[in-house]
């Protein structure tokens, strides 16, 4: 199947709300100690100097934290396999490696349409950049063409542009359900399954 990008910040997340939280404070916290920091550097004294550099070190501290936060929000093989069965996709088959934010997903699934919609269930996952789908489909069908939506789209002009008939939404809805369940709640930045025309 291949390798997929994403944007990893374009997804929806994989954890409850209080590791989001966690996420969110410590970016609040980084970016009130980068203010900080800006402020008492531009002091004229050789206080401001040594309170620039303690809000300075506050910031990367808090910036490391958010990155722990953010790289700890559930990008563990069992958290996503448990997001791919959260989509009712059978994941018995599936191996998962996952390295940053980089996911690897190989074994078998029960056709070409189950293993590229498990890749998308992942790779629209927070957190996730990468998925190199290498999932071997049992029933080997036709492969779809992949489309990172952008500000502004809706599926009927997806349809529009691939199809050429934006009334074909439907089958851009169907082919992407799971995930998407609603035609009118689509984000930018997420990738969607195109079947072939």
Known sequence: MGLLDFIKDAGSKMIGAAEANAANAANS?????????????????????????????????????ANTAANALGNSADAIK???????????????????EHVTLSGTAPTTEAAEKMALAVGNTM?????????????????????????GDSLWKIAEMHYGNGARYEEILRANMPPVTNPDHIQPGWVLRLPPV
């Open 82 to 100: 448990q997001t791919i069965a959260q989509h009712g996709l059978d994941t018995s088959g599936v191996n998962v490696h996952v390295n940053g």
């Open 29 to 65: 916290a980084a970016n009130a100690a980068t203010g900080m920091a800006n402020t008492a550097t531009s002091a004229a004294s050789g206080m401001a100097n040594t309170a620039a550099n303690a809000a300075t070190g506050m910031a990367n501290t808090a910036a490391g934290m």
């Open 127 to 151: 957190g996730v950049a990468k998925v190199d789908n290498q999932i071997t489909p049992a029933n080997a069908g036709p492969s779809s063409t992949f489309y990172t939506v952008k500000p």
